[in-house]
């Protein structure tokens, strides 16, 4: 049996575990100790060796992409961790910034002096007030501690730490949109190649890490590389945040070795809520090819999610339960991807408004046939079309879905999903619904 | 060919009056501080705008475009792209009801249609008391605590359509609301927007580390006994320097 292996996630629960004096008394600050007796590429080396894959959605190795910054030519290179947090399901960093804000400080200060990097960034989404909050305070205690500022303590190492917040736009997450709106623009991803590594922000060489990749590297040095491989699996190393949402008895976040089943989890979160049964979920959030319940023992890793057809992602696992019908789901998460395109490139701005029009229809029981048929048809013209991978996520939904559960994609051209499945039987509370227009118009067939 | 105007003197352009001026002047040079290259500072601006005028008003956008040496047209394009900047007054509290599919499914939906039927109102629109702006919002990474609803950007975990509308009466009554997850008192929207210009308000040491979702991971592996292998070196290879 897979066990839970907290290390981000070790003291959320102490004492007012957000300043640095509780974060210090956990022992704190000893991998930043340690980094600062090392040469910057060998701490770049002990984080490749460790095989830390990036934990916001990619999966790229984060020891590979330090090193893909060309040798020093005297101007700036930058850090920029992404805390922009927002793919539909997604609810790690946000919570583990609120609880522990500096193991991400401690991180950056650590991957920064690997880099070469003098000035750090945190974009964080503007929509979470209380993090922006902990965040300021952590660097403001880590300033006053001798962790921030110039000759970080008495290594000689200088960093300045701006920590900016977004204003509401999922695309800023993309690591060239957050770039550009970083730098005071629209935020609307750039061509790649170049890529961050040779021209980010400014131009400059940059590093583009997701939160929970930089707050996982103060553990690896002091562990060394061998300590973060004897978790997970060969190629998907380490401990990861799992966060369990919907029909579970305990949602929440369980931090555990990649590769870890829905099944072990679930375990541990106490079922699917009384009385019913898994339908679907997530592995990664509303852009990861959703699962069924014959993927309960798919192991949560990037390689077996991947031989299944889906992604690891994020590791948001949203489960739903049988009352959900998935042609409600689906359109609630395509609305998302319309609302949220940038409109830069075609495929995505026009297609995601047409899978819109069609998956609605369908919802309320007006679906024409050969809907399905357009719904892959429109998929198919943005997935691999698009410019940055927000088009490829937003069909995801849709071409599993249907993949799936077919068949009530086509009850949809007959029958309205809020009659299939009332929504007031997937609710976490007890209502009264007000008088359907659903199954008015379904009266009227 | 556009013939391209150079911005106006800042006395012209803003609409402030000289104190406010003044010190909307020193707070956003503070900003640009920040960053090595000044447009950078745009978006905090941009909230630091809000936090004076409750959106970003025509005299905002000139402020920000002279403070930057951009056109407004360059400003305006910026602040349109983004959901939080709002185009017209908002009210002291933005109620955002999360309808993004995990939470609608959970209850969000039932908790829309109860607060927006209470309050007359709909998606930004804000009740004639100039109190409430209520806006359907997307997931806000709490989705281990839904059906959920943010105010000002302060989480309200675990909603139900009841408990929803004694919070909008509560707001509406100017009684006292506390987040769950979030400072011992709900700020404005303005205040709030100050401190998205990057001004802390010192409220970070209140509230929780989390709630109970965020820590079950923590305290089940405590009361099992499980662990991630020992951190103190003992895994380290030997090659690697040692602590001083
Ligand atoms: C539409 C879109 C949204 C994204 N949102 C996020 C995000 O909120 N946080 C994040 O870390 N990465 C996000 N990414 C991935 C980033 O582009 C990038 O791969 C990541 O920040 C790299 O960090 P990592 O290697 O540490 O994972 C997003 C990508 C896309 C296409
Ligand atoms: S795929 Fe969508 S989000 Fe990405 S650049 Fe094109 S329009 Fe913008
Ligand atoms: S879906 Fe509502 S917070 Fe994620």
């Given at each position: 049996?897979?066990?839970?292996?907290?290390?981000?996630?070790?003291?959320?629960?102490?004492?007012?575990?957000?300043?640095?004096?509780?974060?210090?008394?956990?022992?704190?600050?000893?991998?930043?100790?340690?980094?600062?007796?090392?040469?910057?590429?060998?701490?770049?080396?002990?984080?490749?060796?460790?095989?830390?894959?990036?934990?916001?959605?990619?999966?790229?190795?984060?020891?590979m992409k330090w090193s893909f910054l060309p040798a020093p030519d005297g101007g700036p290179r930058y850090l920029v961790v992404n805390a922009d947090e927002s793919e539909p399901g997604t609810?790690?960093?946000?919570?583990?910034?609120?609880?522990?804000?500096?193991?991400?400080?401690?991180?950056?200060?650590?991957?920064?002096?690997?880099?070469?990097?003098?000035?750090?960034?945190?974009?964080?989404?503007?929509?979470?007030?209380?993090?922006?909050?902990?965040?300021?305070?952590?660097?403001?205690?880590?300033?006053?501690?001798?962790?921030?500022?110039?000759?970080?303590?008495?290594?000689?190492?200088?960093?300045?730490?701006?920590?900016?917040?977004?204003?509401?736009?999922?695309?800023?997450?993309?690591?060239?949109?957050?770039?550009?709106?970083?730098?005071?623009?629209?935020?609307?991803?750039?061509?790649?190649?170049?890529?961050?590594?040779?021209?980010?922000?400014?131009?400059?060489?940059?590093?583009?890490?997701?939160?929970?990749?930089?707050?996982?590297?103060?553990?690896?040095?002091?562990?060394?590389?061998?300590?973060?491989?004897?978790?997970?699996?060969?190629?998907?190393?380490?401990?990861?945040?799992?966060?369990?949402?919907?029909?579970?008895?305990?949602?929440?976040?369980?931090?555990?070795?990649?590769?870890?089943?829905?099944?072990?989890?679930?375990?541990?979160?106490?079922?699917?809520?009384?009385?019913?049964?898994?339908?679907?979920?997530?592995?990664?959030?509303?852009?990861?090819?959703?699962?069924?319940?014959?993927?309960?023992?798919?192991?949560?890793?990037?390689?077996?999610?991947?031989?299944?057809?889906?992604?690891?992602?994020?590791?948001?696992?949203?489960?739903?339960?049988?009352?959900?019908?998935?042609?409600?789901?689906?359109?609630?998460?395509?609305?998302?991807?319309?609302?949220?395109?940038?409109?830069?490139?075609?495929?995505?701005?026009?297609?995601?408004?047409?899978?819109?029009?069609?998956?609605?229809?369908?919802?309320?029981?007006?679906?024409?046939?050969?809907?399905?048929?357009?719904?892959?048809?429109?998929?198919?013209?943005?997935?691999?079309?698009?410019?940055?991978?927000?088009?490829?996520?937003?069909?995801?939904?849709?071409?599993?879905?249907?993949?799936?559960?077919?068949?009530?994609?086509?009850?949809?051209?007959?029958?309205?999903?809020?009659?299939?499945?009332?929504?007031?039987?997937?609710?976490?509370?007890?209502?009264?619904?007000?008088?359907?227009?659903?199954?008015?118009?379904?009266?009227?067939? | 060919?556009?013939?391209?105007?150079?911005?106006?003197?800042?006395?012209?352009?803003?609409?402030?009056?000289?104190?406010?001026?003044?010190?909307?002047?020193?707070?956003?040079?503070?900003?640009?501080?920040?960053?090595?290259?000044?447009?950078?500072?745009?978006?905090?601006?941009?909230?630091?705008?809000?936090?004076?005028?409750?959106?970003?008003?025509?005299?905002?956008?000139?402020?920000?475009?002279?403070?930057?040496?951009?056109?407004?047209?360059?400003?305006?394009?910026?602040?349109?792209?983004?959901?939080?900047?709002?185009?017209?007054?908002?009210?002291?509290?933005?109620?955002?009801?999360?309808?993004?599919?995990?939470?609608?499914?959970?209850?969000?939906?039932?908790?829309?249609?109860?607060?927006?039927?209470?309050?007359?109102?709909?998606?930004?629109?804000?009740?004639?008391?100039?109190?409430?702006?209520?806006?359907?919002?997307?997931?806000?990474?709490?989705?281990?605590?839904?059906?959920?609803?943010?105010?000002?950007?302060?989480?309200?975990?675990?909603?139900?359509?009841?408990?929803?509308?004694?919070?909008?009466?509560?707001?509406?009554?100017?009684?006292?609301?506390?987040?769950?997850?979030?400072?011992?008192?709900?700020?404005?929207?303005?205040?709030?927007?100050?401190?998205?210009?990057?001004?802390?308000?010192?409220?970070?040491?209140?509230?929780?580390?989390?709630?109970?979702?965020?820590?079950?991971?923590?305290?089940?592996?405590?009361?099992?006994?499980?662990?991630?292998?020992?951190?103190?070196?003992?895994?380290?290879?030997?090659?690697?320097?040692?602590?001083?």
């Amino acid at each position: 049996m897979t066990t839970l292996t907290p290390v981000l996630s070790k003291s959320w629960d102490a004492e007012r575990s957000w300043t640095l004096a509780s974060y210090e008394s956990a022992g704190g600050y000893a991998g930043l100790r340690k980094a600062l007796t090392m040469a910057p590429a060998d701490v770049v080396t002990t984080v490749k060796d460790s095989g830390l894959r990036g934990r916001g959605g990619a999966g790229f190795p984060t020891g590979m992409k330090w090193s893909f910054l060309p040798a020093p030519d005297g101007g700036p290179r930058y850090l920029v961790v992404n805390a922009d947090e927002s793919e539909p399901g997604t609810c790690k960093d946000i919570p583990a910034m609120m609880a522990s804000p500096q193991h991400l400080i401690e991180g950056v200060i650590i991957t920064s002096y690997a880099i070469g990097c003098h000035h750090a960034f945190i974009y964080l989404r503007g929509e979470v007030v209380h993090v922006y909050r902990r965040l300021l305070e952590a660097a403001r205690e880590a300033r006053e501690a001798g962790y921030l500022g110039s000759n970080i303590l008495g290594s000689g190492f200088d960093l300045e730490l701006t920590i900016h917040a977004g204003a509401g736009a999922y695309i800023c997450g993309e690591e060239t949109a957050l770039l550009d709106s970083l730098e005071g623009r629209r935020g609307q991803p750039r061509l790649k190649p170049p890529f961050p590594a040779v021209a980010g922000l400014y131009a400059r060489p940059t590093v583009v890490n997701n939160v929970e990749s930089i707050a996982s590297v103060p553990a690896i040095v002091q562990g060394g590389a061998s300590w973060f491989t004897s978790m997970g699996t060969e190629r998907s190393a380490g401990h990861g945040l799992f966060s369990l949402s919907g029909h579970v008895t305990r949602p929440g976040q369980y931090e555990a070795p990649l590769g870890i089943t829905l099944r072990e989890l679930l375990d541990m979160a106490g079922g699917i809520r009384a009385g019913h049964q898994l339908k679907f979920w997530t592995p990664g959030g509303s852009s990861t090819p959703m699962f069924t319940a014959e993927h309960l023992d798919v192991p949560l890793d990037y390689e077996s999610v991947g031989a299944a057809k889906s992604m690891l992602g994020t590791r948001a696992l949203q489960v739903f339960d049988e009352t959900v019908s998935v042609v409600r789901a689906v359109t609630r998460w395509l609305e998302f991807y319309k609302h949220e395109s940038c409109g830069k490139c075609t495929p995505c701005r026009e297609g995601t408004y047409w899978l819109v029009q069609v998956l609605k229809r369908l919802e309320a029981g007006r679906g024409e046939p050969g809907d399905i048929e357009l719904l892959l048809e429109l998929s198919g013209n943005i997935f691999g079309k698009a410019f940055c991978a927000l088009g490829d996520g937003a069909v995801s939904p849709v071409v599993s879905g249907i993949e799936h559960f077919r068949e009530e994609f086509e009850a949809g051209m007959h029958t309205p999903a809020d009659v299939l499945f009332p929504p007031e039987k997937s609710a976490l509370f007890e209502y009264t619904p007000s008088p359907r227009t659903g199954a008015q118009l379904a009266g009227a067939h | 060919m556009t013939v391209e105007h150079a911005p106006e003197p800042p006395v012209h352009r803003t609409g402030y009056d000289e104190a406010t001026r003044a010190r909307l002047a020193d707070e956003a040079a503070q900003i640009v501080a920040r960053y090595p290259q000044a447009r950078s500072a745009l978006l905090p601006i941009l909230h630091l705008v809000q936090s004076e005028d409750g959106y970003v008003s025509p005299r905002g956008i000139a402020f920000a475009a002279a403070t930057l040496g951009l056109t407004t047209a360059q400003v305006s394009a910026v602040a349109t792209f983004y959901t939080q900047f709002k185009r017209h007054p908002n009210g002291t509290y933005t109620v955002g009801v999360c309808t993004n599919t995990l939470c609608a499914i959970m209850g969000g939906d039932a908790i829309w249609d109860e607060v927006a039927d209470h309050l007359g109102i709909g998606h930004d629109e804000t009740t004639p008391d100039g109190l409430v702006t209520l806006e359907r919002i997307e997931c806000n990474a709490a989705c281990d605590y839904a059906p959920v609803v943010m105010v000002n950007w302060e989480f309200f975990d675990n909603q139900t359509p009841t408990s929803a509308v004694a919070l909008v009466d509560d707001l509406r009554a100017g009684r006292p609301v506390k987040p769950t997850r979030g400072p011992d008192q709900l700020a404005t929207f303005k205040e709030v927007s100050h401190v998205l210009a990057g001004f802390p308000d010192g409220h970070a040491n209140e509230g929780p580390s989390g709630g109970v979702p965020t820590m079950r991971g923590t305290v089940l592996a405590r009361e099992n006994g499980w662990a991630a292998p020992e951190l103190t070196g003992a895994a380290a290879p030997a090659d690697e320097p040692k602590e001083s």
